[in-house]
């Protein structure tokens, strides 16, 4: 499974940024997939995830600001940012756990594949 992360870039406090991951490698509707991201010296932190169904899942700090959404027919799997603060700073990676994965998709060990990640920096 091979995910690239894109859309990443600076932005001022308030703005918005849409980032997408294309997947390719496995049948995409069948996969689940999430976004992460990380700062410097911290741990990789779940950002959002959406099933393979179609149902959403955020981190507190993403809910009502950030939105995930897939679209089958391009094997891409999208987060709107809106409402950026500084601390939303990071590299944010796209990731995918296996198929037909059960657990919680918040676990950072649940996902066995991941983008090279795409570089999000908010200005005050």
């Known amino acids: 499974v091979q995910l690239q992360a894109s859309g990443g870039g600076l932005v001022q406090a308030g703005g918005s940024l849409r980032l997408s991951c294309a997947a390719s490698g496995r049948t995409f509707s069948s996969s689940d997939m999430g976004w992460f991201r990380q700062t410097p010296g911290k741990e990789r932190e779940f950002v959002a995830a959406?099933?393979?169904?179609?149902?959403?899942y955020y981190a507190d700090s993403a809910k009502g600001r950030f939105t995930i959404s897939r679209d089958n027919a391009k094997s891409t799997v999208y987060l709107q940012m809106n409402s950026l603060k500084p601390e939303d700073t990071a590299r944010y990676y796209c990731?995918?756990?296996?198929?037909?994965?059960?657990?919680?998709?918040?676990?950072?060990?649940?996902?066995?594949?991941w983008g090279q990640g795409t570089l999000v920096t908010v200005s005050s």
């Open positions: 990731a995918a756990p296996p198929l037909y994965y059960s657990g919680s998709y918040s676990q950072r060990s649940a996902y066995a594949y």
């Open positions: 959406i099933s393979w169904r179609g149902s959403p």
